[in-house]
């Protein structure tokens, strides 16, 4: 525990001494009694603050998952361990996190408060907090006792996400451009033709049926699953904020397709997660991007490229990658956005 | 500011400027300029915005000069000066009250206050003040802790505040109890005035008419065993009369020292000695007094003188309040052999007054008798008046005896020595006071100034024998209430303004030796009631806060249940039912009714049902199983 | 009631062992809830979801998915009468009280959401006219975990539509040596007297959602949820739509214990069926585990007195 008087205690403390003196020396016990209910207060502003945060425990946990720069809820639980003595006025803050904090005004011997404040992570990546701390000054205004509540707490934040402008998305056209024509399951009707013996019943398409006066069959694409490839360009020929933005953009792309129902891929120098859909597979993306940073190497050949709708995710045309833009449905650069 | 705030700085502002006005010494014009801060604060309070800042300025520079006028030539002293000064800062300071720090100086200066005031007084009346103070500033840091972190509701904690005073207030009376204190400091600077008294070696007839209508306290005796008579506490005595005035001349003194303070005066025969606990205002004499004999006195003092006559001086004295316990027998002094002679001394043209002796004591022998044939002829033949005005160059005993017949004890004391010496007896005038009001309640005397007095010691048989020619004036009784506030006066002045080291010392031994009978028989029943009151008053507060926090209020369906869960001292975070499912028994009943109870609990207390019939059985149910858990 | 004690017996009696499977569905059924059972094949699903319908003298239909399965063969299609000269909405199988959608995982997800669409909205949208389903409605889709191979696992969202997953588990071998024994099958379940009208079912679910629900209960139940967003194993805690189906199952499961008021033990009892399934776990796992995680919030969170 740590003791800092204020400025209003070094003062309080100067006059317990002159007081203190003055009543020795004048040997007047009227004096005396003036000394002896400050040399109290000062008593009493030294012993509470310590009792009062004696045994507080705290218990932190932050409402995941965490992006950068969005806020979040962090839950702060205190509780007083004491058995007999409660504790009054303490402040609990994380500097440079929650420096405004929260101030508790009482928790009962042997009860617990809880708290939730919104805070807000400046940057992506794994974040260990371990500078917590528990002030208090009660009852009176001339020390500060500080504590440090063990424990230390571990977040992963990730990547902003940014608005993303439909058109990016474009899913219309992802669908017909990988389709092949065929006169399967699929749902999306792409031509009509008469019904040939052997066709199933169920291709009827009973519309068209119905306008022509002859039985009419469906032509359909095969449902063929929607295959994204994400590409981000980590090498090192980049400045850090754009990097940054490129990380965000792709973390945002990356929520999207998900959320779309799409099965994506995602390449990145030196590290790749393969297709996959669904919610946990968009986190296994996003724990990637949240620690990535650009590797040493000048450049790396990415394989199977052609597997899916490529996707490029570039800090500017002259990243090493812009040669595969060919290849790409689209290409973002983050210089302009 | 919240308005709480603001309120109590007004009244921290108050209490200061009070304990300064009840001192008396202050200028009723500075106390009526330092009025303006209630307007000050009223105007705050009202949210009316803070004085301009030049005026302020302008004010502050005016308020200086005055300081130094004032403390250097008008009042000429410091301290009265810088108490004025501290009235009129807290006049000026009412109007410039903006953020929330400007109340700590207001605080501090009322701090300043106090220590001023301590040094101007020794009331009870700044006992009253430094309790309010205490209890004041207390909510005032306090509140300023809050405002500081950002909370504006005192009311949350008032139970914890009202802890904090009384901590303070029980820490206080340790620390001053337990502060060092200097041996002799009586060597500080004396600061009360002290009152006139009769008592000087030389005095003037006639001298004592006004001190007789002062009801101001001289001393407050506190005796054991209370005597049956009234007491005559023994000043100075005068030999020779000369011009009008007494003298004593026969006071050849031997300076004594103490050991640890005390000092024997006299060898103690093996005669019974009475106590007197005595506490004396300033007076402007080093005598002290003290009934009868006296043979051992306590005083923190290094040195006092006793001249022949057994008057006591205490050098260091002069104008302090002291305190000090005598040790008396109860016999007459001795008549020192060779000094009648200058006790019969009579001064030149008097022959009148030696006629009226011879008159009076004619026929009669025994000295005895005569002395008492003296002293009834001056009962009955002259008028008791405080009204007496002596014409220059006249004599007053003769004027007494011969023309007016009217006068006070003064006049009757030194018309009997007078008439005794023309007889052939020696005689001599003592000064002192008689009686004073008796105090059941506190069990001591209270002695004022009017109680002053004059009387008469003739040496018969080789003793110094009292005579009192004054006939007894009217009396009235005191009320109860005045009683009772002068016993804590005298509490006050014994146990807060006197504390020694001598104090120190007594508590010590006996905390050391606390089951020591003697410390037990000592402490007086009433005492002994007083603190386990104190202390059962600490005890229930503590219990008061910290059971209220433990239990929460629940209903009496939650009581009950947390009550059997207690007893079946099943543990952790269990639903009723588990609850249930953990409880073991063999008794096939008591598990029947172990659920019936956690069923019924969990109706009354998650339903909307509140039956009172489902509340009786519950309650049966948790008698069931409490018995049975026992 | 009468008949829910019944209808337990009922279910039991053909499913041996698996009491808290009975009265969950039972549960499911009075919250108007779904249904999702996942449990490898085998094990009574069918003949749970059967018995129940012919209990409660529900119609049920069963709909074995497959990959070729389309939409329209769940929800039913618009035939053209050329005597009539007009379109009549031929009904797919969903068109029952209570419904059976086994291995919903091994279809399509463009089914998948058709099916639970309709579970939601409780009606079908085809060509701009609208059905609705029919009341009770309830489905209980079973799908297999998801080791097995060749399955669309459904996404997270589509998990949230169902108010309780469940499994059902082996029966340990005494249950299962009985089981045997009596070797009743489809011939008893056919066999099954009705013990309560549909109009009564409509009735219990009506009073069911007035179940009373004190305040601190509400508190208990919110803190578990807000504790599943906070867990460091979870990585997407239960979203508010999860806590409300908590609500309504916790009502449901009182009074199925005979109460017109919600105890700790509901919301203790149905938690984990109720959000297992609605959260994400940090380390790729099965929904047992899901489960475990849920029961340590539940064993944390203080119980209301």
Redesign the interface.
Known sequence: MKIRATREGKRFVLAVLVVGFAALNTGNNLMYLIFSMLFSVLVISLALPYLNLRGIKVDI?????VYANTET?I?ITISNTKQLLPSYSIRFLIPGLMDEGVYIEQVGPHSTMRFERKIRFKKRGYLTIRDFKLLTSFPFIFFEFQSVPEGKMGILVYPELMAVEEGFLEPSSLETESGTISRA?G?DVHGLREYRPGDSI?EIH??A??KRGELMVKEVYE?VPKNITLVLDNTPAQEEALFEKAVSLAASLCTEFIKM?YSLRFITCAKTIPFG????HL?KILDLLAVIKRVDRLDCPLKELERGTLYLILASPTSPFNRYASRAKRVFYAERL | MPKGYKLLTFLVAFIGNLSLVVTGQLNPVFILLGGLFIVGYIRSLKGLPQANRYVIGVGSTIILGIFLLDSFVVTGDVIVGVAHLSLLFHALKSFDIKDPWDPLQVFFMSLIQLLLASELTRSMLFGVSFVIFIVLMVLAIFYSHLIKEGHRDLRPFIKPISLLALSVFVLTTVVFILSPRLQGSLWGKPLSKGMRSGFRENIKLGGLGNIKLDPSVVMRVSISPRPKDTPYWRGITYDIYKNGQWLSLLNKKNTLYGINGKFDISTPPDKKIFKQDIILEPLDTDVIFSLRFPVRLEVETRRIRVDQNMTIYIPEKKNKRIHYVVYSINTPLKVIKGSEQYYLNIPQGMKRTIELARKITRGLKDKQMKAQAIKNYLIKNYTYTLNVKDPEGVNPIENFLFNTKKGYCEHYASAMVMLLRAVGIPARVVSGYLGGEYNKYGGYYIVRQKDAHTWVEASIDGNWVRFDPTPSGPEGSPTLVMLYLDYLKLKWERYVVQFSRYDQLRIFRALSMPLSLKWLKQMKVKAALLVGLIVSIFIISMVYLFKSRRTRS?AEP?RL??DILKRTSIKG??????AYNSFRSDDVEIKKAFLEFIELY??L????KKDEGVIRRLRELHRLLKSYLK | MRWIEELEQILSSVIKGKKEAIRLAVVALLAKGHLLIEDVPGVGKTTLALTLAKATDCSFHRIQFTS?L????ILG????NQEKRQ?EFNPGPIFANIVLADEINRT???TQSALLEAMNERKVSI?RNTYKLPVPFMVIATQNPLEYHGTF?L??SQLDRFMLHMRIGYPNYEDEKKALMEMKDFETVEGIKPVVSRQQILDAQAMAERV?M?E??YDYLLQIV?AT????K????VSTRGAQFFVRAARAHAFVNG???????DI?TVAPNVLAHRI?L?S?TYIRDAEEVIRSIV?????P?
């Open positions: 946990e932050v409402e995941e998952p809820f839950g399951n749902e169920r009973w519309k049926t119905a449902a129902g859909s669904g919610m946990e986190f | 629940y939650t249940y947390l975070n269990l639903t009723p039912l588990e969990q109706l207390r998650f339903s909307t | 070729d389309l939409p329209s063969d299609v618009h035939i053209y379109f399509n997800p463009k060509d696992p996404p997270e009373h004190d601190s209960i807000t967003r906070r867990h460091e979870i990585r997407l805690g109460r017109d008021y919600v105890v700790p033990d203790k994400i940090k790729r064993e944390r969170v203080p119980v007195v």
